[in-house]
């Protein structure tokens, strides 16, 4: 089937009811509110929506992508197009799958790209083995090179939201480590509180926040911009959880909440107690607390720490982009220089960066 993507206007109501169906509703941070504020907090990176129709005028495929500039080797200058931008997680395109498949999808973007869009770098996001290998062997016939950059961690919540369930279904020595971590912080007097509005507390938390980000060793990104993260608390599903000690907070964790569904964004912590206080811990347990409390059947405890996160019984999934020079045998080229930048970027904790014949 041949698709025709044409450019489309977020505010359009029927287009945003399609994306928020198809996409924001797989991952809160595709939603059209926090992809604008992402366009209004990165100078000289632009976002743009797009969708397809087939010979007969259905829509068969939606997509997001941002367009900026970057320099390779200090003095390269080339335009790189992110299928779903560089903050925003998951997968910023939906396909009708009953009536095309993902090499179809592909085809049909890449044509618009090609005639529409200038730019020397084509990232796509993102992918897993097992959930995507059709679509990733797809990417591979069509000359990209498929890269694992991390993990995310997801845990599924007991259907009657109980903390006790929770607890009660988790191995014994994950059960006792988890009370003691919840009985730590009642004797150490923590407060914890969720704010819906947080602009009192950005100086306090983005402090936090900087510091967590600058010991970070694995999905190593550059730190949010200040106005960027000040910007969240306008989001109708951004939370704020703190921790505090008397009147001092000691760490926070960003949240997005949307129906049944809840994100951990970033935490902050402050280091001079944290190890003390098992902030971290205390940060994740109180954040799944909150969830079961507001009737939520699942939490994103993002791409760090996994093995942590273990203890709280989460699954976890490799993450896979793809990158491609807009030329063939330029890729073929750029490989080695494409693998060490994303390696660069990226580095999952205490392994290497497989190959995409690892992910098959």
């Known amino acids: 089937m041949t698709l025709i993507f044409h450019p489309v206007d977020p505010s359009d109501e029927a287009f945003r009811a399609r994306w928020n169906a198809r996409v924001a509703e797989n991952e809160l941070s595709l939603d059209c509110e926090f992809l604008r504020l992402l366009a209004d907090t990165e100078p000289g990176t632009s976002y743009h929506f797009v969708q397809a129709m087939d010979p007969a005028g259905q829509v068969r495929a939606l997509a997001c992508y941002s367009v900026s500039e970057m320099r390779v080797m200090r003095f390269v200058p080339m335009r790189v197009l992110v299928l779903g931008g560089t903050v925003a997680a998951g997968k910023a395109f939906w396909f009708d799958a009953d009536a095309l498949d993902f090499a179809s999808f592909l085809a049909g973007f890449e044509a618009f790209v090609k005639a529409q869009v200038r730019c020397d770098i084509l990232v796509l996001k993102e992918f897993s083995p ?165 009737g939520c059947t699942s939490v994103d405890l993002g791409s760090t720490n996994h093995s942590m996160k273990r203890k709280f019984g989460a699954e976890h999934e490799d993450i896979w982009i793809a990158v491609r020079h807009r030329s063939r045998w330029v890729t073929r080229l750029l490989a080695p220089l494409i693998r060490h930048t994303l390696a660069a970027i990226y580095r999952p904790s205490g392994r290497g960066l497989p190959t995409v014949d690892d992910a098959n």
């Open 130 to 294: 097992g959930r995507d290998d059709a679509s990733m062997r797809s990417m591979t016939e069509a000359g990209f090179i498929a890269q694992m950059c991390y993990d995310r961690s997801r845990l599924a919540l007991p259907p009657d939201g109980q903390m006790q369930s929770f607890l009660d279904s988790l191995p014994s020595k994950k059960r006792r480590y988890l009370r003691q971590v919840m009985a730590q912080g009642e004797t150490a007097a923590l407060e914890v509180a969720v704010h819906t509005r947080f602009d009192h507390l950005v100086e306090a938390t983005y402090a936090l926040y900087l510091a967590v980000n600058a010991r970070a060793s694995e999905a190593r990104t550059p730190a949010l911009p200040r106005s960027f993260f000040a910007a969240l608390g306008q989001l109708d599903a951004t939370r704020m959880l703190t921790v505090s000690q008397g009147t001092r907070m000691v760490g926070f964790g960003l949240l997005m909440q949307r129906g049944a569904k809840l994100k951990c964004m970033v935490i902050g912590l402050d280091y001079e107690v944290s190890r003390e206080l098992q902030l971290w811990y205390q940060i994740v347990v109180r954040a799944i607390e909150h969830a079961m409390n507001s």
